[in-house]
């Protein structure tokens, strides 16, 4: 059938036949307009490469032929000759995974036909799929002729410029496609939506590289856009640093570039004076401190202080504003310190030590409105965080020169009243100061920081997205780093291990304990009343109604491991931790031993105070009930009859020093292992001069080891950021939730 076809081309003819080779399946793309639409669509058809030439699925024939030379009388034409193999042909296309692609077959078409699935544009499969194909070894023809849909292949590069003003950063930046920029907006839009691709001048399409989505959602997140330029406040420094070291050509100017520098080596900053008026002496580490609070000042920055309960954060800030008051001009605003009810007394004493000559009012209490005449009179301002929540409207019309909040996680709640009427007060500078600037979450690190320099960590919206799912629901360690970068010059952080190697050792041990035989059954039956309350709720997709319940029966839980007594008050029988403690503060007295007791549970304290006030044994107590914290305190310090302490976890778990103390026992565990660690710094911290010993009373089976297992989890989070209840529950799992009542 082939010979009349062959005659045709003269006398001359001679056909060379190739070897047979394996065909190789390989697609070309059609593109199709719509004048109706006005859109242009693409579909795949199959084609297969036998060596260097290529045939359409679609042509039947199994003979092919190529006339390898131009034609001459003279000369024989030299045609090639291939045989398909149609089986194998048909074995490729039957076998190719056509939906990894984001193919489907076009059935009105036949075999070998393909359009794209339902979804999926022209774009993102030229753009995504397309070289999908070719890496897997199915060549792809015919983009090059694309009317509607042409791709630019190029990659893109990104400069960007920094110019320096009096309060902000202006940056410029520059994406070009080869010679094509590509306007801001457009980039922007396509970081926001993750959208893989831009429109061209020239109307092609360019592919946004894959890292840029996270790489420049900060620009667009945390800045604001102004035409071809993105704006940035003069404490941004960090972040965009991080920009620049995207970017393929980074032009910052030398102002920025000094700045930069200079936050990058702010452990080295020079040694500060203290003032003459300051009455005390610092510790090297305090120095440290002393000197950063200024670096902070000089620059127009804020900070967090967050060292270890006990290592003297209150004489560094006073030494500073101390300090401020000798630099600045006469007529200077007071400073306002902000902290809980507990701590005014304290404040006010270690003012009256170290600087004597500064003056100071205590804004609180049923006469504090008279006291508003009187501010531009005193140097320092002592208040609390619910005066300054119903004072604000009055407070907020007046102006402040450094604006201070003592155990700063009160604002953790960036939703709260409190930390919203704080961020509306005026100050020149700001400072806070916790021992824990992350319990539970890192959203309380963004709360602290919108009142310290607010939009440094973005909106709460942008920050929850960019760094705290990340980080705490994905473990993204990437992330974490970068944030830690961005807050590390703003948060000063040392541990009592790192700097007071004159602190005697602390051991910490964990008492594991089995129940008494009776508080085990009460256990059991409760934990499986609510186990089976808590599967049906969560089984009929109640998980709002769950919660409640989940909290009633955790507290239950832990009431019993405490002491059945605290949920049967008729219960008859023995609590094991009762039992040990017994045992452990006999032994405590006879040896001249002083402990701190805490519990979360005010009826567990009562339980313990009746039994040591049977046995004649002195002890105090400060729990929410209690009015003068301070005076119950000294009493403890300054005599040593009274052995034991029994303390409320929340209310005298901060601002108290309780140096005569040399052990501790943690009756029950908390959920956030911070609380734990600032009610063990009430008896290690500076000016204990014994070793300090940590019981934490655990039983063994029960939902108190699991509790263990989510603080570690917690605290981990905390450590990559800052190096060295309700909440809780809501982060609870359905499997943490099994867990908890297995």
Known sequence: SLMPHISLLGDGLHVVEVDPVDPILQFSIIEEFDEETGEASIYLRAGFGYGSYAIDWSDKIQFHFWRMADYDPENPVELLMIKRNFSAETDYLKFFDHRKYGLNK???????????????????????????????????????????????????????????????????????????????????????????????????????????FDQLKPMFGMGNQDGDSVRFGSQQVLLIDQLLQAADTPSPDDHFSERLADLQNFEGIADMPLSWAFTGQLRPYQQAGFNWLHFLRDYGYSGILADDMGLGKTVQVLAFLQSCRDLEDDEKPPDLIIMPRSLLFNWQREAERFTPNLRTLIYYGNKRGQELDYLHEVDLVFTTYGTILRDIEQLQEYDFNTIVLDESQAIKNPSAKTGRAIRLLNGRHRLAMTGTPIENTTLELWSQFAFLMPGYLGNQTYFREQFRNPIENKQDKKVAKNLHTIIRPFVMRRTKEQVALDLPSRTEEVIYLEMEPNQRRLYN??????????????????????????????????????????????????????????????????????????????????????????????????????????????????????????????????????????????????????????????????????????????????????????????????????????????????????????
């Open 106 to 212: 076009m059935k009105q078409l036949g075999a070998g036909y393909f359009k794209l699935k339902r979804g999926l544009n022209a774009a993102e499969f030229l753009l995504a799929n397309a070289p999908k194909l070719a890496a897997d070894g199915y060549p792809l023809f015919g983009e090059q002729k694309l009317e509607y849909n042409r791709i630019n292949r190029e990659r893109p590069t990104l400069d960007i410029g920094v110019t320096s003003y009096t309060d902000w950063f202006d940056l410029k930046p520059l994406i070009q496609f080869g010679e094509i920029p590509v306007p801001l907006e457009q980039v922007k839009l396509a970081v926001k939506n993750r959208q893989p691709y831009v429109v061209l001048e020239d109307g092609a399409l360019g592919q946004i590289p894959e890292e840029w």
């Open 525 to 742: 039956k409760v934990r499986d009343q609510y186990r089976a309350e808590l599967l049906g709720l969560i089984e009929n997709g109640q998980m709002e109604e769950s919660r409640m319940v989940l909290l009633t029966g955790l507290l239950r839980l832990r009431q019993i491991c405490l002491h059945p007594k605290l949920v049967r008050p008729e219960f008859k029988g023995d609590a094991a931790k009762f039992i040990y403690l017994n045992d452990a503060l006999d032994e405590l007295e006879a040896n001249d031993h002083r402990a701190l007791i805490f519990s979360q549970f005010t009826s567990a304290l009562d339980l313990i105070e009746d039994d040591l006030d049977g046995e004649g044994i002195p002890n105090v107590r400060i729990d929410g009930g209690t009015r003068n914290r301070q005076k119950v305190v000294d009493e403890f310090q300054e005599s040593d009859q009274i052995p034991f302490f029994l303390l409320s976890l929340k209310a005298a778990g901060v601002g108290l020093n309780l140096t005569a103390a040399d052990y501790v026992i943690l009756m029950d565990p908390w959920w956030n292992p911070a609380v734990e660690r600032q009610a063990i710094d009430r008896a290690y911290r500076i000016g204990q001069t014994k070793p300090v010993f940590v019981y934490r009373l655990i039983m063994r089976d029960s939902v108190e080891e699991k509790v263990l297992e989510m603080q570690a989890r917690k605290r981990e989070i905390a450590d990559q950021l800052i190096q060295v209840e309700d909440s809780f529950v809501k982060q609870l799992s359905v499997d943490d939730i099994r867990s908890l009542f297995s």
